[in-house]
């Protein structure tokens, strides 16, 4: 029961600082359907990828000309990040390929405005166990849902944070020294995004989603060509068969029959690989 409450009341705090609404639930894509087509990625002579999919949560903000977009997927456990390393190997490609579906079908239904991301985001839904120490139950329940806080991106325009969470944007500016306590935003005594901050430019949204489209484009290809060989991939301490389901029946042992090594990556380093001198 306390851990109901709790997401209630975490759930009214994200509706309450921002000008979100949330506008669909579980919301299907289809991409061999003509009504709702989306995520049909052409490659190839005459071959697409099409995508199908169920997206948890689609939350919309309308403005002038724009519709921004925020993406919510829910999770049982409080250990999913979504990590640039990932995105650039093709490890995590979920919440962009969702912000990519709901663009495409934001823009179908409301004809003449731009679907702009301002955030994709993860959000547990379990409470996590709190060190103790000497506060008010005020304070406390403050913490709490400072640490149910969502992970992920956030756009990083001072306006679109504003509409995320108006406790740390005045007059279209940031206020030094805030913190949200329900997208992942911090600014520094100056006024400025701190680098802890997940916070991404729209040309980076969309930078990430043709690279996650380029990434689905190389499986297609793979598929077709009959690639078909047990080659897991390993990055740090995961690799693609901790949770695999066929292990005794495919029976591949890393270390005799080979693994796809993936250098780490910081996130500067992966801006690099996607910009290069740009």
């Known amino acids: 029961y306390e851990i109901h409450e709790r ?37 190839g002579e005459d071959a697409k990828i099409c995508l199908n999919g169920v997206i948890d949560r689609v939350d919309l903000c309308s403005l002038p000309g724009e519709e921004l977009i925020k993406i919510i997927d829910y999770k049982s456990s409080d250990s999913q990040d979504l990590l640039l390393a990932k995105v650039y190997y093709g490890l995590q490609m979920q919440l962009l390929t969702y912000l990519e579906a709901a663009k495409e079908m934001v823009e179908k239904e409301h004809k003449g405005k731009e679907a702009v991301p301002a955030a994709m985001l993860y959000y547990a839904i379990k409470e996590k166990n709190l060190d103790w120490k000497p506060e008010s139950e005020e304070e406390y329940e403050k913490r709490v849902l400072d640490s149910m806080k969502c992970k992920g991106y956030v756009n990083e325009e001072p306006e679109i944070i504003g509409h995320l969470d108006k406790s740390v944007v005045n007059g279209g500016e940031l206020i030094p020294g805030q913190k949200s306590g329900v997208v992942p935003v911090a600014v520094d005594k100056k006024g400025l995004l701190k680098k802890n901050s997940g916070a991404l430019s729209t040309k980076d949204f969309e930078t990430l989603i043709a690279h996650t489209k380029e990434k689905m484009k190389e499986c297609g290809k793979a598929i077709l060509d009959g ?20 292990g005794s029946v495919c029976g591949h042992e890393s270390k005799k029959d080979g693994v796809r090594e993936m250098k780490k990556m910081s996130d500067d380093e992966v801006w690099e690989a996607l910009y290069g001198d740009d």
């Open 227 to 246: 690639k078909i060989e047990a080659i897991p991939y390993v990055y740090e301490d995961n690799d693609g068969c901790t949770y695999c389901p066929y």
């Open 7 to 43: 997401l209630v009341g975490s759930e009214m705090c994200i509706r309450d600082r921002g000008d979100f609404v949330q506008t669909y639930t579980e919301k299907g894509f289809r991409g061999n359907d003509k009504e709702w087509e989306s995520m049909c990625i052409p490659f």
